[in-house]
Each structure stands twice: as C-alpha cells, then as structure tokens.
C-alpha cells in the first residue's frame, strides 16, 4: 500500500476560512435576550445557567455543567440546539467508549484498497458530552485538541473541526460509582463550570404546569422551539466581541485576582493562566450582552466563580473543614481592591 493511499493530505493545510464580518454592537446583546425567550419554553429558571451557556457559546468556550440528576442539564442543552440553527450531536459517555469513537478512525475500503477516515461525533457544532465522568481518562482526552486548536489528529493527519465548535459535558456531583474523575488538563479547558441547582418551589409549580398542560421534555417539538441564531451569525458575534475596550486597569484586576488562587492559604494549587484568559474573554461577552463596549469590574467579579471554580484543588484540611471553592473565590475577591469605576 503507497503511502498516499493510507495518508491523505491534511485538511488543516487548507486556506483558513476568512473572518466573518463583524456584527453590530447590540448583536450580543439582541442573541442573548432571543435565546432566553426561547428557552423559557421548555426550561423553567435556571437564568443564570442559561446566561453562562450563551456566552461561552458568543466567546468560543466551552461548558461543564454539574447537577444532581433530574435538575434539566440535558434539556437545557438539547434545547439550546433547537433555538440555534447549527449542527447538534449528543454523545453519551460510558465506560467502554474509545477516543476512536470520539474523534474517528481510519477506516480500510476493500473497494479502493485504501484507509479513508471516518469522522467521528466530534466534528459538529454544539456537542453534548453527557456524563463526561462515565469514560475513562484515555477517553476524555481524545476532547483535549478539539477543545483547545479546534481539530483533530488521527494517524499524523489534522482534521479541522466547523466553526463554530462548543462542548457543553455535564457531570453528576454525588455518584462516585462507575465514574472517572476529570484530569486537570481537561477541566482547565473548560471556560466555565456552572452548577445546575434545584428549582424553587414556585418554578417547580411551573414545570407542573408545562406537563400538564401537555408538553413533554422527551419531545421538544410540543415546546415549538424555534431557531433564532444561526452559525454565520456566531461567528459575527465572536468577531464582534474583540472589539469591546478592556482597559489596563482592569487586565490588572483580573490578573491580581488569579495571582490570589495561587497563594490563598486554602489552596493546594490555583488557576492557571487560561484562566486569566476565559475571563478577559467572557468579560468581554457579558459586557457586549449588556449593550457595553466596554468592561466593567463587576463584570470579573460576577464571572470568576464560573471561570475558577473548577481550576481550583484545596488543600485536604479545607476540605474536611468543609471550605468549598466558592468560599475560597469569594474571599479573593473580596482581599483584592477592584479598579475605580
């Protein structure tokens, strides 16, 4: 077998798809206040983690969504596929799944008598990784590169992924039986971990009344959700976004506050600086959602649980002291002395 018959030339050498043009300012914000409209169809509450998934989605983030089970975390992701006009695909997580089964493989043509590959759930738009913490670390590896350069390598060839390309896993926080905990690498590419909590009792009533009145999560058609973003109009939006003025005194800010992660008496090992990163980067997004084209200290302050929570390994004594993340996040903020509006 020649080797230009095992080994086709790598898409990722292609010319890159040029930039889209910039959205409108208000685009962001207009997507946002779509989106929720939408969503409150099938999804009773749960604002603030509707919120978070729009804007990784506007800022190319990704997602990791923990919850007791019962609380909507699928549906709210099989919802937000319904309202936008991208490719969806579900991949559930279980303990006998191969990273082939993620990514492709190289698959042989008795036909052509060549190996041609086979692409795998990971070349879509918006890919639910159910229950992440059921496959094992080899597994959830095989969403390292597509996470981060957006492609794939499989037998020295690249493949580049759509743009544009979000994961949102979801993950059960009390069942320990049959899982596998994420390794660092892979949570610190999540942007965001958002934690889905019960509804109050007055939203509950509310999701009662969505049954009774014939509606059924099983079938999101009875919800008669429709599709008001499209791909080329993300794309737009993220575009857009760059444009939004972050000063220096708030690149200090943000800095000074994932420096604290590092050094809190809490903390066995703090935020790295993707961190930093994912929010400058979603600073920028909520900013744009809330009609600014500017950022905002309050902004950082509102985002950092979300973007360092999951970054964070307490020392064994906090934990058992019953310190949790959140507190330690909090305190931070409030030690560091946010710029002068």
């Known amino acids: 077998m020649t080797e230009e018959s095992a080994t086709p030339q790598s898409p990722a050498a292609q010319s890159p798809a040029p930039e889209p043009e910039a959205a409108p300012p208000s685009a962001a914000r207009d997507a946002l206040g779509a989106l929720r409209t939408e969503l409150s169809k099938a999804v009773v509450g749960q604002d603030q983690v509707v919120t978070g998934l729009v804007i990784a989605l506007l800022c190319k983030g990704h997602v990791l969504m923990e919850g007791v089970p019962g609380v909507a975390k699928t549906l709210l992701v099989r919802s937000l596929a319904h309202t936008l006009d991208m490719e969806f695909t579900r991949l559930q997580f279980t303990p006998d799944l191969m990273p082939g089964d993620v990514t492709g493989s190289m698959i042989y043509d008795a036909r052509t008598a060549a190996f041609s590959?086979?692409?795998?759930?990971?070349?879509?738009?918006?890919?639910?990784?159910?229950?992440?913490?059921?496959?094992?670390?080899?597994?959830?590896?095989?969403l390292l590169e597509a996470m981060q350069e957006r492609q794939v390598t499989v037998d020295g060839v690249t493949y580049p992924l759509d743009r544009p390309f979000i994961t949102i896993a979801t993950q059960n926080p009390i069942e320990q039986e049959g899982t596998y905990p994420l390794p660092e690498a892979q949570l610190d590419r999540f942007m965001f971990k958002l934690l889905v909590t019960y509804p109050t009792k007055e939203q509950e009533e509310g999701i009662l009344e969505l049954y009774a009145a014939g509606k059924d999560n099983r079938d999101l058609t009875t919800f008669a959700l429709q599709s008001v973003l499209n791909g080329e109009q993300v794309l737009a939006i993220q575009h857009a976004i760059r444009q939004v003025i972050v000063e220096p005194s708030i690149i200090g800010y943000i800095a000074?506050?994932?420096?604290?992660?590092?050094?809190?008496?809490?903390?066995?090992?703090?935020?790295?600086?993707?961190?930093?990163?994912?929010?400058?980067?979603?600073?920028?997004?909520?900013?744009?959602?809330?009609?600014?084209?500017?950022?905002?200290?309050?902004?950082?302050?509102?985002?950092?649980?979300?973007?360092?929570?999951?970054?964070?390994?307490?020392?064994?004594?906090?934990?058992?002291?019953?310190?949790?993340?959140?507190?330690?996040?909090?305190?931070?903020?409030?030690?560091?002395?946010?710029?002068?509006?």
């Open 117 to 142: 590959f086979r692409e795998g759930p990971v070349f879509t738009n918006l890919l639910l990784a159910d229950e992440i913490n059921r496959a094992p670390a080899k597994t959830q590896s095989a």
């Open 256 to 341: 000074a506050v994932v420096q604290k992660t590092r050094s809190w008496h809490a903390v066995e090992v703090g935020a790295s600086p993707r961190a930093s990163v994912n929010l400058l980067l979603a600073s920028r997004a909520v900013a744009a959602s809330r009609g600014r084209d500017f950022v905002m200290p309050d902004d950082v302050k509102e985002l950092a649980p979300w973007v360092l929570r999951h970054r964070l390994r307490l020392h064994p004594d906090a934990e058992i002291e019953g310190v949790t993340a959140d507190d330690v996040i909090r305190e931070g903020l409030d030690a560091v002395e946010a710029p002068k509006k």
